[in-house]
């Protein structure tokens, strides 16, 4: 990759910059510790300059007809392509992450790519069926404006570019901050893109940076129309009751303790296996990640010692080390966080470790835990680590009142019986149920009613007659 993706620079008007304060932060790899490059740490100075960028820019890149945008994003997307290897190791290296994870984040990446520009030619709305005869009725989608997108450090590309490539693709401009733990797959790369794609000035920016500095100043900022952010709960809370103040516009993505349900008559090996996934695939720290595994006690003996024999035989090391199948977590505070917060309160109340509950460095072995109650924080909390949390139920029944109640992303039900499978999954309070299945292996997403907005348009198709009250020169009405 020829330009500078890691030399501590932010992206803004097309430019790379050094920040106002000149600060800067290093950027490590997290199975070794080594620097492997800076990046910028941008203040409430530098995210001004990068909104006014795109605020500036934005009518003009509305105005560029649909397959102009296309073309663009298809230059941004061959960029990727071009260097998929690099980056691959990139985020290997950066997030912690296997090589199969890295693959399925660039490879989502640039697919979403590839839908959002068919997407920007594809429709501008809706006729829609009118109220009277002899009217015709549209709805087109128009841009929100200037994006604020504030993302996390797990899927870092990906998740950033769910949002990119729809918002550049139906004209808004995009202001993003990247999670300080992945500043460049998450972020420097993408600006890297944008900019051999040739992007106008200002379109993509690209602000590198600490929350409390960088990210407090772009969910603050009035100069966004809608700020996207994925992330803690605790901070989206924070952000969500900022932005009621004023009714700014928000969306969030945030965690959630996930539940994981194995039925009495379930198959108890599809089971254990879809639970490798759910709870342990990049190291369990993942939004969508089970954090509450409820099992019927018929079948609780053989589950636990499936899962158990499943997660002793993985092997936890370096991504880049053949055989790996677990790489390290992202940062001391998020181990100790996951050993000191999660793990051991729950031992002292009363969950035993059947397996792992251990770590070197920031390896931590794939633990299962068995006798977690609802009062534990295995069981209360999002565990955001490889640590399956194990209750047992013994009803149906049961199990549907402890998984509901809590905040859920998405979540999993196992059963034999597929109809008792979808109707425990349409009990259940989340937002996405897998029915034998681990939670979503999506790729990318139709995401065009996020970041746009109806626009409703009226025509009178046929000679219009006025009654004689509209002439009135009283104004009557």
Request: charged letters at 20%.
């Amino acid at each position: 990759m020829t330009a500078p993706a890691a030399d501590g620079r932010l992206y803004i008007d097309g430019t790379f910059r050094d920040p106002v304060g000149g600060r800067t932060g290093p950027v490590l790899e997290k199975a070794t510790g080594a620097p492997i490059g800076t990046y910028g740490r941008a203040d409430a100075a530098d995210v001004d300059l990068a909104v006014r960028a795109a605020r500036a820019a934005q009518p003009g890149w509305a105005a560029l007809g649909a397959p102009e945008r296309a073309a663009y994003l298809r230059r941004f997307c061959a960029y990727l392509e071009q260097h998929y290897e690099d980056l691959v190791r990139q985020s290997m290296r950066e997030t912690g992450g296997v090589r199969a994870k890295a693959e399925d984040e660039v490879g989502a990446s640039i697919r979403q790519l590839q839908i959002s520009a068919v997407q920007a030619t594809d429709s501008a709305g809706d006729l829609l069926q009118p109220y009277k005869a002899g009217k015709l009725s549209m709805s087109r989608a128009v841009p929100l404006g200037v994006l604020g997108l504030i993302t996390p450090w797990n899927y870092p590309m990906n998740l950033a570019m769910r949002a990119v490539a729809p918002g550049l693709a139906f004209g808004n401009t995009v202001v993003l901050k990247p999670a300080e733990l992945t500043p460049i797959i998450g972020g420097q790369v993408l600006a890297q893109a944008a900019d051999a794609a040739g992007l106008p000035p200002g379109v993509f920016n690209v602000v590198t940076g600490d929350g409390p500095d960088a990210g407090h100043a772009l969910a603050e900022h009035r100069g966004v129309d809608l700020l996207d952010f994925t992330g803690s709960r605790a901070v989206g809370v924070a952000i969500a009751a900022s932005a009621a103040a004023d009714l700014r516009a928000v969306r969030l993505e945030l965690g959630g303790s996930n539940a994981f349900v194995v039925l009495d008559d379930a198959d108890v090996d599809l089971a254990a296996s879809a639970a490798m996934v759910a709870s342990l695939e990049f190291q369990g720290q993942t939004c969508i990640s089970a954090s509450r595994h409820i099992v019927q006690r018929a079948v609780a003996e053989r589950y636990i010692d499936a899962v158990t024999r499943r997660a002793e035989a993985l092997t936890v090391g370096d991504p880049f080390a053949a055989g790996t199948d677990l790489g390290p977590l992202i940062s001391e505070a998020q181990r100790d966080r996951l050993h000191r917060e999660i793990v051991e309160p729950s031992v002292a109340m009363g969950a035993t470790v059947a397996a792992g509950g251990t770590y070197d460095g920031l390896f931590y072995r794939p633990t299962v835990l068995t006798g977690v109650t609802a009062d534990m924080p295995a069981f209360r909390d999002e565990i955001f680590g490889p640590v399956i949390p194990i209750t047992v139920v013994e009803s149906e029944e049961d199990a549907i009142e402890l998984v509901n109640g809590y905040p859920m992303l998405m979540n999993s039900v196992f059963s034999a019986d597929l109809i008792r499978g979808l109707g425990v999954a349409e009990r259940l309070q989340a937002g996405e149920v897998h029915v034998n299945d681990a939670h979503a292996r999506h790729g990318a997403e139709n995401q065009m009613p996020g970041f746009t907005r109806r626009q409703w348009i009226g025509l009178q198709r046929t000679p219009l007659t006025l009654p004689d009250w509209t002439a009135d020169p009283a104004g009557r009405r």
